[in-house]
């Protein structure tokens, strides 16, 4: 039967794949969807621990408002991730971070 | 029988956001990439339906399918898309394999030494989840909304700025 180390164990496949995107893919976009990735993982670990672990069950709704919360807050950031990318390439002509370092000094 | 076929499904569930996740990372076209968020975003609402929280799937179906996606498709199509259809992996891409793998090694040795025991799974009910977001967790609540609220304000100043210097 479904147990919460199936939910562990696919949000922990799941971040890694995210952590992997993130270091080497070139483009901006690239890494923000990587960085959704992770953020995805997260929320399952936060449902399989609100769904099977023996807490009382408003520490669980606990674990479903912290969900929710951070469902809000990815939103805006990938809103606004995806405005300073705009804003970037049309600044620069590139989207490639490698050639993003003018701030390097 | 019940519970295997539950347990068949929730492994094509998780087979869909595993390989979504596979194909946002490893696809060389990016817009193959964003459609393969898609798949393991509606694989994850799979997820959490298996996790007793429709209210959560159905979230999850509207703001990542529905609205992040979308947004992420409008970007594509505001740039140019053929100046970085085809960028590669950085030279570091080795590395960053290394470190992925490591990271996961540490993790499943750590979640298999840790003493946290399962129970049989039960769902905290819509109700229950609207008291403790509404009363516990209020000023949160209208904090995050206040995030939302300067998010949206900052992406149209960022978008827009370029026109007022000149017109």
């Not at chain 1, 606990?62 to 805006?76: E, Y």
């Not at chain 2, 339906?49 to 959560?56: C, D, R, T, V, W």
């Not at chain 2, 053929?82 to 990271?103: C, G, H, K, T, Y």
Request: hydrophobic residues 60%; charged residues 10%.
């Amino acid at each position: 039967m479904i147990d919460l180390v199936h939910f562990q164990i696919l949000s922990i496949s799941l971040f890694c794949i995210g952590v992997y995107g993130f270091m080497a893919r070139k483009s901006a976009i690239m890494v923000l969807l990587s960085i959704e990735l992770m953020l995805n993982a997260v929320n399952i670990n936060l449902i399989g621990f609100a769904a099977f672990s023996d807490f009382a069950e408003s520490t669980r709704a606990l674990g479903q408002v912290l969900v929710i919360f951070v469902i809000t807050i990815a939103a805006g950031e990938l809103a606004l991730a995806i405005a300073i990318i705009l804003r970037l390439y049309r600044n620069t002509k590139s989207i490639n971070i490698d050639e993003l370092d003018s701030l390097k000094g | 029988m019940i519970i295997s076929t539950s347990i068949i499904l929730f492994y094509v569930v998780s087979i869909l956001v595993i390989g979504g996740g596979l194909g946002v990372v490893l696809a060389r076209n990016i817009v193959y990439s964003a459609f393969s968020l898609l798949v393991a975003m509606i694989g994850t609402a799979g997820v959490f339906l298996f996790g007793f929280s429709e209210f959560l799937a159905l979230v999850q179906l509207l703001i990542y399918g529905g609205a992040v996606v979308i947004v992420i498709v409008f970007a594509l199509m505001l740039t140019k898309i053929e100046d970085f259809r085809n960028l590669n992996d950085n030279d570091q891409w080795p590395l960053a394999v290394m470190i992925s793998v490591a990271l996961l090694a540490v993790l499943l040795i750590a979640l298999f030494g840790s003493p946290i025991e399962s129970t049989l799974g039960s769902g905290v009910g819509l109700r229950h989840l609207g008291k403790t977001l509404f009363t516990d967790w209020a000023i949160p609540f209208e904090i995050a909304s206040f995030v939302l609220l300067v998010a949206l304000i900052g992406t149209i100043i960022l978008v827009r700025e370029d026109e007022e210097e000149n017109p």
